[in-house]
Protein backbone atom coordinates (compact mmCIF):
# COMPACT_ATOMS: atom_id res chain seq x y z
CA UNK A 1 0.00 0.00 0.00
CA UNK A 2 1.32 3.23 -0.63
CA UNK A 3 2.03 6.07 1.55
CA UNK A 4 -1.11 7.68 -0.29
CA UNK A 5 -2.72 5.41 0.32
CA UNK A 6 -3.07 4.89 4.48
CA UNK A 7 -6.45 5.68 6.39
CA UNK A 8 -4.26 7.80 9.07
CA UNK A 9 -7.64 8.39 11.02
CA UNK A 10 -8.30 4.28 10.72
CA UNK A 11 -4.38 3.79 12.24
CA UNK A 12 -5.07 6.77 14.58
CA UNK A 13 -8.27 4.58 15.87
CA UNK A 14 -6.70 1.37 15.92
CA UNK A 15 -3.39 2.58 17.88
CA UNK A 16 -5.49 4.45 20.43
CA UNK A 17 -7.69 1.62 21.11
CA UNK A 18 -5.86 -1.21 20.97
CA UNK A 19 -2.30 -0.75 21.39
CA UNK A 20 -1.24 -0.75 25.74
CA UNK A 21 0.85 2.47 25.77
CA UNK A 22 3.54 3.41 27.94
CA UNK A 23 4.68 6.63 29.33
CA UNK A 24 1.05 7.66 29.25
CA UNK A 25 -2.04 6.97 30.78
CA UNK A 26 -4.82 6.11 28.31
CA UNK A 27 -6.57 10.33 28.66
CA UNK A 28 -3.34 11.25 27.79
CA UNK A 29 -2.68 9.52 24.50
CA UNK A 30 -0.46 11.52 22.02
CA UNK A 31 -0.85 10.33 18.42
CA UNK A 32 2.69 10.75 17.25
CA UNK A 33 2.20 8.95 13.65
CA UNK A 34 5.67 8.51 11.31
CA UNK A 35 4.72 9.01 7.89
CA UNK A 36 8.92 7.69 7.31
CA UNK A 37 12.58 8.23 8.41
CA UNK A 38 15.55 9.38 6.19
CA UNK A 39 18.93 9.88 7.07
CA UNK A 40 19.25 11.24 10.87
CA UNK A 41 15.22 12.55 10.83
CA UNK A 42 11.80 11.53 11.39
CA UNK A 43 8.97 12.68 9.28
CA UNK A 44 5.84 12.67 10.88
CA UNK A 45 2.31 13.09 9.25
CA UNK A 46 1.41 15.88 8.59
CA UNK A 47 4.67 17.34 7.19
CA UNK A 48 7.23 18.05 10.69
CA UNK A 49 10.32 16.86 10.69
CA UNK A 50 12.29 15.66 13.30
CA UNK A 51 15.92 15.87 13.96
CA UNK A 52 16.94 12.27 15.88
CA UNK A 53 19.60 14.35 18.65
CA UNK A 54 18.86 11.58 20.65
CA UNK A 55 19.30 7.94 18.50
CA UNK A 56 15.73 7.05 19.71
CA UNK A 57 16.44 5.83 23.04
CA UNK A 58 20.54 6.15 22.33
CA UNK A 59 20.25 3.43 19.94
CA UNK A 60 20.03 4.36 16.95
CA UNK A 61 23.41 5.11 16.31
CA UNK A 62 23.95 5.24 12.15
CA UNK A 63 20.98 7.21 11.76
CA UNK A 64 17.71 5.61 10.02
CA UNK A 65 17.73 2.58 7.75
CA UNK A 66 21.41 2.44 7.09
CA UNK A 67 21.87 1.00 3.70
CA UNK A 68 24.45 -1.36 4.91
CA UNK A 69 22.49 -3.03 7.65
CA UNK A 70 18.95 -2.70 5.17
CA UNK A 71 20.53 -4.60 2.42
CA UNK A 72 21.84 -7.37 5.14
CA UNK A 73 18.53 -7.66 6.80
CA UNK A 74 16.80 -7.92 3.04
CA UNK A 75 19.66 -10.58 2.38
CA UNK A 76 19.22 -12.96 5.44
CA UNK A 77 15.70 -12.69 4.93
CA UNK A 78 15.49 -13.45 1.72
CA UNK A 79 18.12 -16.54 1.92
CA UNK A 80 17.33 -18.18 5.90
CA UNK A 81 15.00 -16.04 7.71
CA UNK A 82 14.52 -17.80 10.76
CA UNK A 83 16.22 -20.74 12.06
CA UNK A 84 16.81 -21.46 16.18
CA UNK A 85 20.28 -21.14 18.06
CA UNK A 86 21.70 -25.06 17.74
CA UNK A 87 22.35 -23.82 14.02
CA UNK A 88 24.93 -22.12 13.15
CA UNK A 89 24.24 -19.39 10.43
CA UNK A 90 26.93 -17.54 8.55
CA UNK A 91 25.98 -14.14 10.16
CA UNK A 92 26.31 -15.39 13.29
CA UNK A 93 29.42 -17.12 12.76
CA UNK A 94 30.95 -13.53 11.43
CA UNK A 95 29.25 -11.31 13.82
CA UNK A 96 30.55 -12.83 16.84
CA UNK A 97 34.34 -13.12 14.93
CA UNK A 98 33.30 -9.31 14.26
CA UNK A 99 33.39 -8.49 17.69
CA UNK A 100 35.42 -10.56 19.77
CA UNK A 101 38.60 -10.31 17.19
CA UNK A 102 38.54 -7.50 15.30
CA UNK A 103 36.67 -5.03 17.80
CA UNK A 104 38.03 -6.68 21.19
CA UNK A 105 41.22 -9.21 19.99
CA UNK A 106 43.37 -6.57 20.47
CA UNK A 107 42.61 -6.39 24.83
CA UNK A 108 42.94 -9.84 25.16
CA UNK A 109 40.34 -10.85 27.87
CA UNK A 110 37.04 -11.83 25.62
CA UNK A 111 36.33 -15.52 25.63
CA UNK A 112 32.84 -16.01 24.23
CA UNK A 113 29.50 -14.10 23.55
CA UNK A 114 26.27 -15.18 23.06
CA UNK A 115 23.54 -12.69 21.40
CA UNK A 116 20.42 -12.38 22.76
CA UNK A 117 17.17 -10.44 22.26
CA UNK A 118 17.58 -7.12 24.52
CA UNK A 119 19.69 -5.02 26.85
CA UNK A 120 17.60 -6.01 29.64
CA UNK A 121 17.97 -10.18 28.55
CA UNK A 122 21.74 -9.61 28.12
CA UNK A 123 22.06 -8.43 31.76
CA UNK A 124 20.07 -10.79 33.25
CA UNK A 125 22.35 -13.71 31.65
CA UNK A 126 25.52 -11.62 33.49
CA UNK A 127 23.81 -11.76 36.39
CA UNK A 128 22.97 -15.19 36.15
CA UNK A 129 26.71 -15.78 34.86
CA UNK A 130 28.15 -14.12 37.20
CA UNK A 131 26.46 -15.90 40.04
CA UNK A 132 26.92 -19.62 38.76
CA UNK A 133 30.90 -19.33 38.32
CA UNK A 134 31.28 -17.70 41.77
CA UNK A 135 28.64 -19.77 43.28
CA UNK A 136 27.76 -16.39 45.19
CA UNK A 137 24.72 -14.85 45.74
CA UNK A 138 24.98 -10.66 45.41
CA UNK A 139 25.31 -8.02 43.03
CA UNK A 140 26.10 -4.69 43.78
CA UNK A 141 24.59 -1.87 41.94
CA UNK A 142 24.29 1.63 41.93
CA UNK A 143 22.07 4.86 42.93
CA UNK A 144 20.13 6.16 39.76
CA UNK A 145 21.56 2.84 37.54
CA UNK A 146 19.33 1.56 34.80
CA UNK A 147 20.22 -1.54 33.66
CA UNK A 148 16.54 -3.28 32.08
CA UNK A 149 13.17 -3.96 32.85
CA UNK A 150 13.25 -7.61 33.35
CA UNK A 151 13.01 -8.81 36.96
CA UNK A 152 16.81 -9.04 37.47
CA UNK A 153 17.85 -5.88 35.09
CA UNK A 154 15.35 -4.25 37.16
CA UNK A 155 16.62 -4.96 40.65
CA UNK A 156 20.08 -3.68 39.38
CA UNK A 157 18.01 -0.48 37.86
CA UNK A 158 17.45 1.96 40.83
CA UNK A 159 15.47 4.81 39.25
CA UNK A 160 12.58 5.54 41.54
CA UNK A 161 10.54 5.81 38.80
CA UNK A 162 11.30 2.90 36.19
CA UNK A 163 10.19 0.05 38.09
CA UNK A 164 7.13 -0.90 35.66
CA UNK A 165 5.18 0.75 38.16
CA UNK A 166 1.67 1.98 37.57
CA UNK A 167 2.07 6.35 37.99
CA UNK A 168 -1.18 8.04 38.21
CA UNK A 169 -1.31 11.64 36.76
CA UNK A 170 -5.00 12.72 38.73
CA UNK A 171 -4.16 11.34 42.05
CA UNK A 172 -0.66 11.29 42.50
CA UNK A 173 -0.59 7.48 43.45
CA UNK A 174 2.51 4.81 42.30
CA UNK A 175 1.93 1.36 42.33
CA UNK A 176 5.42 -0.53 42.42
CA UNK A 177 4.96 -4.10 41.23
CA UNK A 178 4.69 -6.47 44.29
CA UNK A 179 7.41 -9.06 44.51
CA UNK A 180 8.92 -7.50 41.50
CA UNK A 181 12.74 -6.55 40.92
CA UNK A 182 14.92 -9.30 41.71
CA UNK A 183 16.66 -9.52 45.03
CA UNK A 184 19.85 -9.63 45.88
CA UNK A 185 21.40 -6.31 44.89
CA UNK A 186 22.82 -3.87 46.98
CA UNK A 187 23.26 -0.10 46.37
CA UNK A 188 26.17 1.91 46.48
CA UNK A 189 26.56 5.55 46.07
CA UNK A 190 26.65 6.56 42.38
CA UNK A 191 29.73 8.99 41.41
CA UNK A 192 27.39 12.25 40.84
CA UNK A 193 29.62 14.60 42.34
CA UNK A 194 27.30 17.44 41.06
CA UNK A 195 24.94 15.84 44.37
CA UNK A 196 27.17 13.78 45.97
CA UNK A 197 24.56 11.98 48.44
CA UNK A 198 27.98 11.33 50.60
CA UNK A 199 27.99 15.29 51.06
CA UNK A 200 31.39 15.31 49.02
CA UNK A 201 32.50 18.20 46.68
CA UNK A 202 34.99 16.78 44.34
CA UNK A 203 38.01 16.01 44.69
CA UNK A 204 38.23 17.23 48.37
CA UNK A 205 36.30 13.51 48.72
CA UNK A 206 39.53 12.12 47.75
CA UNK A 207 41.15 9.58 51.22
CA UNK A 208 45.01 10.57 51.83
CA UNK A 209 45.41 7.48 49.67
CA UNK A 210 43.68 9.14 46.13
CA UNK A 211 40.85 6.63 46.76
CA UNK A 212 37.30 8.46 46.19
CA UNK A 213 34.75 8.78 49.16
CA UNK A 214 31.85 6.59 47.30
CA UNK A 215 35.04 3.89 46.58
CA UNK A 216 35.48 3.82 50.08
CA UNK A 217 31.58 3.64 50.39
CA UNK A 218 31.35 0.79 47.94
CA UNK A 219 33.96 -1.01 49.68
CA UNK A 220 32.78 -0.70 52.83
CA UNK A 221 29.44 -2.19 52.11
CA UNK A 222 30.82 -5.32 50.20
CA UNK A 223 32.98 -6.05 52.91
CA UNK A 224 30.17 -5.69 55.27
CA UNK A 225 27.66 -8.17 53.21
CA UNK A 226 31.77 -10.59 53.14
CA UNK A 227 33.29 -10.00 49.56
CA UNK A 228 33.02 -14.17 49.51
CA UNK A 229 28.84 -13.52 48.82
CA UNK A 230 29.27 -10.67 46.07
CA UNK A 231 29.17 -12.32 42.78
CA UNK A 232 29.66 -9.14 40.78
CA UNK A 233 29.42 -5.67 40.69
CA UNK A 234 27.44 -3.96 38.03
CA UNK A 235 28.07 -0.35 36.48
CA UNK A 236 27.70 1.22 33.02
CA UNK A 237 30.71 3.72 32.47
CA UNK A 238 28.63 6.93 31.74
CA UNK A 239 25.09 6.57 32.80
CA UNK A 240 23.32 6.56 29.16
CA UNK A 241 20.00 6.86 31.26
CA UNK A 242 20.75 9.40 34.37
CA UNK A 243 22.97 11.55 32.37
CA UNK A 244 26.41 10.95 35.20
CA UNK A 245 29.68 11.32 34.01
CA UNK A 246 32.06 9.26 36.70
CA UNK A 247 35.23 11.48 38.15
CA UNK A 248 38.48 10.44 35.99
CA UNK A 249 39.73 8.25 39.02
CA UNK A 250 36.36 6.03 39.42
CA UNK A 251 36.20 3.44 37.08
CA UNK A 252 40.03 2.69 37.58
CA UNK A 253 39.78 2.42 41.29
CA UNK A 254 36.84 0.90 41.11
CA UNK A 255 38.53 -2.34 38.85
CA UNK A 256 41.27 -2.31 41.08
CA UNK A 257 38.88 -3.33 43.82
CA UNK A 258 36.80 -5.74 42.21
CA UNK A 259 40.16 -7.18 41.74
CA UNK A 260 41.65 -6.99 45.19
CA UNK A 261 38.66 -8.17 46.67
CA UNK A 262 37.92 -11.36 43.99
CA UNK A 263 34.52 -9.75 42.77
CA UNK A 264 33.41 -9.71 39.36
CA UNK A 265 33.04 -6.49 37.08
CA UNK A 266 29.71 -6.71 34.95
CA UNK A 267 30.78 -3.86 32.35
CA UNK A 268 26.99 -2.94 30.86
CA UNK A 269 27.86 -1.30 27.62
CA UNK A 270 24.42 -1.48 25.95
CA UNK A 271 24.86 2.80 25.86
CA UNK A 272 28.06 3.42 25.84
CA UNK A 273 29.07 0.61 23.53
CA UNK A 274 29.97 0.79 19.62
CA UNK A 275 31.55 3.94 19.71
CA UNK A 276 29.04 6.17 21.43
CA UNK A 277 31.66 7.64 23.64
CA UNK A 278 34.90 7.92 21.72
CA UNK A 279 35.68 4.38 21.67
CA UNK A 280 34.66 0.98 20.67
CA UNK A 281 33.95 0.20 24.36
CA UNK A 282 34.08 2.92 27.25
CA UNK A 283 36.03 0.49 29.18
CA UNK A 284 38.74 1.87 26.77
CA UNK A 285 38.91 4.87 27.79
CA UNK A 286 41.22 3.78 30.45
CA UNK A 287 44.53 2.68 30.75
CA UNK A 288 44.64 -1.14 31.74
CA UNK A 289 41.21 -1.50 32.38
CA UNK A 290 38.83 -4.94 30.87
CA UNK A 291 35.72 -6.36 32.13
CA UNK A 292 35.01 -9.60 33.55
CA UNK A 293 31.75 -9.76 31.46
CA UNK A 294 30.17 -7.26 28.86
CA UNK A 295 26.66 -6.30 28.23
CA UNK A 296 25.63 -4.89 24.72
CA UNK A 297 22.98 -4.33 22.92
CA UNK A 298 21.61 -1.23 20.85
CA UNK A 299 24.10 0.36 19.12
CA UNK A 300 25.48 -3.03 17.70
CA UNK A 301 23.01 -2.96 14.57
CA UNK A 302 22.29 0.88 15.59
CA UNK A 303 18.65 -0.81 16.80
CA UNK A 304 18.17 -1.95 13.37
CA UNK A 305 16.47 -4.76 15.14
CA UNK A 306 16.24 -6.03 18.35
CA UNK A 307 19.52 -7.26 20.04
CA UNK A 308 21.39 -7.62 22.66
CA UNK A 309 24.59 -9.44 24.19
CA UNK A 310 26.90 -10.78 26.89
CA UNK A 311 30.80 -11.53 26.41
CA UNK A 312 32.38 -13.46 28.87
CA UNK A 313 35.92 -13.59 29.94
CA UNK A 314 38.40 -16.24 28.81
CA UNK A 315 38.24 -17.37 32.52
CA UNK A 316 35.04 -17.47 33.20
CA UNK A 317 34.67 -18.98 29.22
CA UNK A 318 36.74 -22.07 30.42
CA UNK A 319 34.59 -22.60 33.60
CA UNK A 320 31.57 -22.37 31.62
CA UNK A 321 32.76 -24.81 28.47
CA UNK A 322 32.91 -27.59 31.34
CA UNK A 323 29.12 -27.56 31.34
CA UNK A 324 25.78 -27.94 28.91
CA UNK A 325 24.48 -24.52 29.25
CA UNK A 326 21.14 -25.41 29.55
CA UNK A 327 19.35 -21.99 28.93
CA UNK A 328 16.77 -20.92 26.16
CA UNK A 329 15.52 -18.28 24.13
CA UNK A 330 13.66 -18.42 20.80
CA UNK A 331 15.34 -15.68 18.99
CA UNK A 332 18.91 -15.52 20.24
CA UNK A 333 21.19 -15.79 17.49
CA UNK A 334 18.20 -14.70 15.17
CA UNK A 335 20.09 -15.00 11.65
CA UNK A 336 18.72 -12.02 10.32
CA UNK A 337 19.25 -10.10 13.70
CA UNK A 338 23.13 -11.47 13.55
CA UNK A 339 23.68 -9.86 9.85
CA UNK A 340 22.09 -7.06 10.88
CA UNK A 341 25.41 -6.58 13.42
CA UNK A 342 27.97 -8.16 11.12
CA UNK A 343 27.28 -5.33 8.95
CA UNK A 344 26.60 -2.60 10.79
CA UNK A 345 29.95 -3.62 12.21
CA UNK A 346 31.75 -4.30 9.43
CA UNK A 347 30.39 -0.45 8.13
CA UNK A 348 31.88 0.55 11.69
CA UNK A 349 34.85 -0.61 11.25
CA UNK A 350 35.76 0.55 7.61
CA UNK A 351 34.48 4.04 8.48
CA UNK A 352 36.45 4.05 12.28
CA UNK A 353 33.02 5.27 13.59
CA UNK A 354 34.51 5.40 17.25
CA UNK A 355 36.73 8.08 15.90
CA UNK A 356 34.52 9.91 14.26
CA UNK A 357 32.15 9.82 17.51
CA UNK A 358 35.79 11.30 19.24
CA UNK A 359 35.82 13.90 16.88
CA UNK A 360 32.25 14.59 16.90
CA UNK A 361 32.26 14.62 20.56
CA UNK A 362 34.85 17.88 20.48
CA UNK A 363 31.80 19.56 19.09
CA UNK A 364 29.16 18.61 21.40
CA UNK A 365 31.32 18.75 24.30
CA UNK A 366 31.77 22.90 23.40
CA UNK A 367 28.42 23.40 21.98
CA UNK A 368 26.98 21.95 25.49
CA UNK A 369 29.84 23.97 27.19
CA UNK A 370 28.76 27.02 24.98
CA UNK A 371 24.78 26.51 26.42
CA UNK A 372 26.02 26.22 30.12
CA UNK A 373 27.75 30.10 29.35
CA UNK A 374 24.58 31.16 27.88
CA UNK A 375 22.09 30.20 29.93
CA UNK A 376 21.95 30.74 33.82
CA UNK A 377 19.15 27.40 33.96
CA UNK A 378 22.31 25.06 33.03
CA UNK A 379 23.83 24.54 35.78
CA UNK A 380 25.83 21.25 34.52
CA UNK A 381 27.18 20.29 31.41
CA UNK A 382 28.49 16.80 31.22
CA UNK A 383 29.35 14.41 27.82
CA UNK A 384 31.88 11.70 26.74
CA UNK A 385 32.56 11.65 22.96
CA UNK A 386 28.48 11.66 21.56
CA UNK A 387 26.70 10.76 24.85
CA UNK A 388 25.85 13.98 26.68
CA UNK A 389 23.79 16.24 28.47
CA UNK A 390 22.50 19.04 30.75
CA UNK A 391 20.98 19.54 34.44
CA UNK A 392 18.52 22.35 34.67
CA UNK A 393 18.74 24.68 37.79
CA UNK A 394 16.60 27.30 39.13
CA UNK A 395 19.15 28.50 40.53
CA UNK A 396 22.44 27.86 39.59
CA UNK A 397 24.94 29.40 42.54
CA UNK A 398 22.72 27.57 45.26
CA UNK A 399 22.66 24.42 42.86
CA UNK A 400 18.58 24.30 43.44
CA UNK A 401 17.11 21.82 41.23
CA UNK A 402 13.69 22.93 39.20
CA UNK A 403 11.86 19.78 40.68
CA UNK A 404 13.30 19.42 44.45
CA UNK A 405 11.99 15.64 44.16
CA UNK A 406 14.56 15.33 41.55
CA UNK A 407 15.85 11.78 40.87
CA UNK A 408 13.67 9.94 43.37
CA UNK A 409 10.34 11.57 41.46
CA UNK A 410 8.08 8.80 41.04
CA UNK A 411 6.66 10.79 37.66
CA UNK A 412 3.00 10.30 39.20
CA UNK A 413 0.57 13.50 39.32
CA UNK A 414 0.84 16.57 37.11
CA UNK A 415 4.55 16.23 35.55
CA UNK A 416 3.85 19.32 33.22
CA UNK A 417 6.20 21.78 34.96
CA UNK A 418 9.23 18.91 34.78
CA UNK A 419 11.74 20.86 32.64
CA UNK A 420 12.06 17.57 30.63
CA UNK A 421 8.52 17.77 29.96
CA UNK A 422 8.70 21.64 28.90
CA UNK A 423 12.09 21.43 27.11
CA UNK A 424 11.49 17.80 24.78
CA UNK A 425 8.08 19.46 23.99
CA UNK A 426 9.12 22.67 22.87
CA UNK A 427 12.48 21.04 21.36
CA UNK A 428 9.85 19.24 19.52
CA UNK A 429 7.83 21.61 18.02
CA UNK A 430 10.86 23.44 17.13
CA UNK A 431 11.87 20.32 14.86
CA UNK A 432 14.65 18.53 17.11
CA UNK A 433 13.52 15.53 19.13
CA UNK A 434 15.98 14.96 22.54
CA UNK A 435 15.56 12.91 25.52
CA UNK A 436 15.60 12.81 29.11
CA UNK A 437 15.49 9.91 31.93
CA UNK A 438 14.75 12.39 35.18
CA UNK A 439 13.08 15.32 35.59
CA UNK A 440 15.61 18.27 35.75
CA UNK A 441 17.94 16.50 33.07
CA UNK A 442 18.00 16.41 29.04
CA UNK A 443 20.30 14.13 27.09
CA UNK A 444 22.36 14.63 23.90
CA UNK A 445 23.24 11.83 22.24
CA UNK A 446 23.09 12.08 18.58
CA UNK A 447 23.60 9.22 15.81
CA UNK A 448 27.18 8.94 15.43
CA UNK A 449 26.77 9.69 11.76
CA UNK A 450 25.43 13.28 12.49
CA UNK A 451 26.48 16.04 10.46
CA UNK A 452 28.05 18.94 11.34
CA UNK A 453 25.29 21.09 10.41
CA UNK A 454 22.49 19.09 12.12
CA UNK A 455 24.48 19.55 14.96
CA UNK A 456 24.22 23.47 14.67
CA UNK A 457 20.73 23.05 13.85
CA UNK A 458 19.91 21.31 17.15
CA UNK A 459 21.64 23.65 19.20
CA UNK A 460 20.42 26.64 17.83
CA UNK A 461 17.16 24.85 18.93
CA UNK A 462 17.82 24.62 22.00
CA UNK A 463 19.68 27.34 22.72
CA UNK A 464 16.35 29.36 21.87
CA UNK A 465 14.16 26.81 24.08
CA UNK A 466 16.28 27.37 27.38
CA UNK A 467 15.71 31.29 26.92
CA UNK A 468 12.44 30.78 27.63
CA UNK A 469 13.26 28.06 30.75
CA UNK A 470 15.61 31.12 31.74
CA UNK A 471 12.99 33.39 32.27
CA UNK A 472 11.35 30.44 35.31
CA UNK A 473 15.08 30.75 36.99
CA UNK A 474 15.20 32.93 39.89
C1 LIG B 1 22.63 0.91 30.36
C2 LIG B 1 21.48 0.11 29.89
N1 LIG B 1 21.48 -1.21 30.09
C3 LIG B 1 20.47 -1.98 29.68
C4 LIG B 1 19.38 -1.44 29.05
C5 LIG B 1 18.25 -2.31 28.64
O1 LIG B 1 18.25 -2.51 27.27
P1 LIG B 1 16.91 -2.93 26.53
O2 LIG B 1 15.99 -1.74 26.57
O3 LIG B 1 17.36 -3.30 25.15
O4 LIG B 1 16.35 -4.09 27.27
C6 LIG B 1 19.33 -0.07 28.80
C7 LIG B 1 18.19 0.54 28.10
O5 LIG B 1 18.07 1.72 27.92
C8 LIG B 1 20.40 0.74 29.26
O6 LIG B 1 20.38 2.06 29.11
Redesign the pocket.
Known amino acids: MGQGEINWEQVHEWDEKYYLHVKQAAKEYRFLPVSHTEGNFVHLVGGLKLLDFVSQ?IGANLGFKHPRVTAAIKEAADKVGFVQELFCTEYRSRAAKLIMEDVLGADDWAGRLRFVN????A?EHAFAIAKQVTGRPNIITREYA????TSG?AGASRNRFYRSSFACPETGEIRDVPNFPGTGFHVVPAPYCYRCSLGHTYPSCKQEDGRLACILASENLIRTLGAETVAAFVT?IFY??SCINPPPEYIPQLREMTRRLGILWID?E??CGFGRCGKWFAYQLYEGVTPDIMTI??GMNGCALPG?GVIISKEIAEEVDRYRYWTGSTHAGHPIVAASVAAAVEFMLEENIPQVAAEKGVILAEKLQWLENQHKCVGLVQSVGLLGGFEVVKNRSRKQAFIEEDRFATFAGDISGYPEVIISEKCVLNGVMVGSNAPNSIRVAPPLTIKDEEIEFGFEVIDKVLTEIDEMCD
Open positions: ITGSENYHGSAEGGDVVGKG
